[in-house]
């Protein structure tokens, strides 16, 4: 199998989504199956082809055994899935004396603006319904997305309140904490969520009642998880197509959001999810 491209500069960090990831297969796997072990799937190569691209590109330039070690993959098999990966373009090797690393190639940066043209379009869609639930609920209201095994708020409204949660725009907290983090956590298949969160976190044993607490209520609760006195609920909002492109989450004083008002706000959250992903269609 022939090298790919080389470069000779350090890439900027690239924050890769996990609901693009599986537009990578198609591209590689055939070059890839000449590698393959006799009891190697094609699933199984995908999916740890994937957690390699998630590592690479939280970190950017990355070893092969950091590499291997925090995806979970044997370095014999990160070695030969690397190769086939830089020969698609997605992953490329700097030049230079020295220099074993791996950097995020040119076809995954592509994905990334993919990424990028998704939540612009999820964010243009998502203004006139938090504008709608800051007016009805008076409380802080976000739309997030998941990267990296991360929530990161992209757009909201905050609440008129002298008491209030705080705008977050911009800002990323562990998905497993927030709310809108476990209604999309909540969606995704036991693979992706190891792909998404490392197999560490994914199989962290508190986790998974969590998660099928948030399916069973069909909207996720946060006392308290990332600040003090804060309650925040949130709701997944899945497209036509069963794509989880992200969430929507409302936040506000726990004095104001006690318990028995969660089920009516969550509801409210979750009608204006559905509504938001039956517009995304792309």
Known sequence: MSPGPRVSQTAPRL????????TVAATWLSGYS???????TAESVVRRALRLLAVLAEHGETRLGQLAAESGIPTSTAHRLLAALEASGHVVRPAGPGRRAYLPGP????????????????????????????????????????????????????????LRAGLRLGLEHPATLSSPGRAILAHLSPDNLV??????????????????????????????????DITAIGAAVVDIYGRVRGALAVAGPTTRLPESTLPWIGGILTKAANALGAELDT
Request: charged share 25%.
């Open 195 to 228: 792909s998404c969160l490392g197999p560490e976190v994914a199989g962290d044993p508190a986790l998974a009642p969590v998660l099928e607490e948030t399916r069973q209520r069909g909207y996720a609760v946060n006392i308290a998880g990332v600040e003090p």
């Open 34 to 40: 000449s590698a393959m072990r006799e009891n190697d």
């Open 107 to 162: 076809a995954l940066f592509e994905l990334a603006g993919a990424r990028d043209r998704a939540e612009g379009e999820l964010v243009r869609r998502a203004e006139p319904y938090l504008a709608s639930l800051a007016t009805e609920l008076g409380e802080t209201v976000h739309v997030a997305v998941l990267h990296n095994g991360r929530t990161r708020f992209l757009a909201g409204h905050e609440s008129p309140r002298s």
């Open 15 to 22: 924050i890769f989504h996990p609901a693009e990831k599986s």
